[in-house]
């Protein structure tokens, strides 16, 4: 199958770099394709397989020598927002789906990397990062919870189209019930750790957990999807607890039937979220991450997840941040490894043609515009 007319609909990933926060060098620019903070990890990257497919892939699109340096060469002769355009359009992306909590300071906003990319941005609030925004300003955790309902609540009407939590980087996918009287006995350590650092990383469990269910029982009541980063990230996520079958006490808890929930990345824990989207209406699964990073691995993320999971249940997304780069080889590659896929399924007389093609627009996009309420044209 040839996806490449297929539009995508990119509903979780991250904005670009400002200018002066773009890579310069080889290093600075292959730090944005490998999930490590390990500086030493820099000369290897140039070996991995995926690394090795993004230079061909972007530089037969740019028309220079497959090497890095070619490369870095031609990005540099050409402003950044035309640079970037081209890579959108040739990405054929139909719109994206933004996480607003990933280093806000040195990223474009949603309404200027619209118009860098040409495309509809909409956005996604990031939970710790509100909430630790939060505590900073508030006297109390009774302000503190009146004020992430009211963010919630509020939210759709402001246009933001859905959460996400990184709970799996804070300790872990299983959210325990706090009470009141926990949670306040926190804040002041909390408050005080803001006031002699000027930020605070939110890892106190206590007091992330009380505050994401409190999230959730807003969510619930306005049917707000929330993204749930799932295993695979940063080497600050424990991979141990980030599995996705910890998340079981809050997928079957009355309170949050309404929650749409959504996995995020899920690899190597694939099949394991696919099994959770097809025991339970509200949770949906994407491969994003896996798609592109584990290079010739998207073809197998895509055959896991749909093992058991509806196709209605499964969503398409890059997880790409920073250069376009990203975005660009997550589309054609993940175009590839879902068209491999479907195309396996046909050869091999499980679905027919006909319903591989539908189920490739309901993958690329049209389950993720249901399921976020997205009214493009």
């Not at 957990?209 to 695979?232: I, M, N, S, W």
């Amino acid at each position: 199958m040839d996806l490449s007319a297929v539009p995508i609909l990119d509903h979780h990933c991250h904005s670009l770099r400002l200018p002066d926060r773009q890579p310069v060098d080889g290093d600075g620019f292959r730090r944005f394709f490998v999930e490590t903070n390990d500086p030493e990890m820099a000369a290897h990257v140039r070996r991995s397989i995926f690394y090795m497919r993004v230079v061909r892939d972007v530089a037969a699109l740019l028309g220079c020598e497959p090497t890095e340096e070619a490369i870095l060469v031609a990005r540099a002769s050409e402003p950044l927002d035309l640079y970037a355009r081209r890579l959108f359009d040739a990405g054929n992306f139909r719109g994206l789906l933004v996480d607003t909590g990933l280093s806000p300071e040195a990223t474009y906003s949603v309404a200027a990397l619209s118009t860098i990319i040409g495309r509809p941005v909409e956005t996604v609030i990031r939970l710790e990062y509100l909430m630790e925004q939060l505590i900073a300003t508030s006297i109390s955790l009774a302000q503190v919870e009146e004020q992430l309902r009211d963010v919630v609540r509020a939210a759709r009407a402001k246009g933001v189209v859905g959460l996400k939590s990184i709970a799996a980087y804070r300790g872990g996918l299983h959210v325990a019930t706090r009470t009141t009287a926990e949670a306040t006995a926190a804040f002041p350590g909390l408050k005080e750790i803001t006031r002699r650092y000027g930020r605070l990383r939110l890892d106190d469990r206590v007091m992330l957990d009380y505050l994401l269910r409190a999230a959730l029982e807003e969510a619930a009541t306005a049917e707000l999807p929330v993204q749930f980063h799932v295993a695979f990230g940063d080497d600050d996520a424990d991979l141990r607890n980030a599995n996705p079958l910890q998340l079981r006490a809050l997928l079957t808890d009355p309170a949050f039937r309404r929650v749409p929930f959504v996995l995020l990345h899920c690899y190597p824990y694939i099949r394991e979220a696919g099994y959770l989207a097809a025991l339970y209406a509200h949770v949906f699964i994407d491969v994003s991450l896996a798609v592109p990073l584990t290079a010739h691995g998207c073809t197998a993320a895509f055959t896991e997840a749909l093992e058991l999971a509806p196709i209605s249940k499964l969503l398409f997304a890059t997880d790409a941040h920073s250069v376009p780069e990203l975005f660009y080889v997550g589309a054609l590659h993940g175009r590839q490894g879902l068209a491999q896929t479907l195309d396996r399924l046909v050869g091999e007389s499980i679905i027919s043609a006909a319903q591989a093609e539908q189920a490739a627009e309901d993958i690329l996009w049209r389950n993720a515009a249901a399921l976020y309420r997205i009214a493009w044209p």
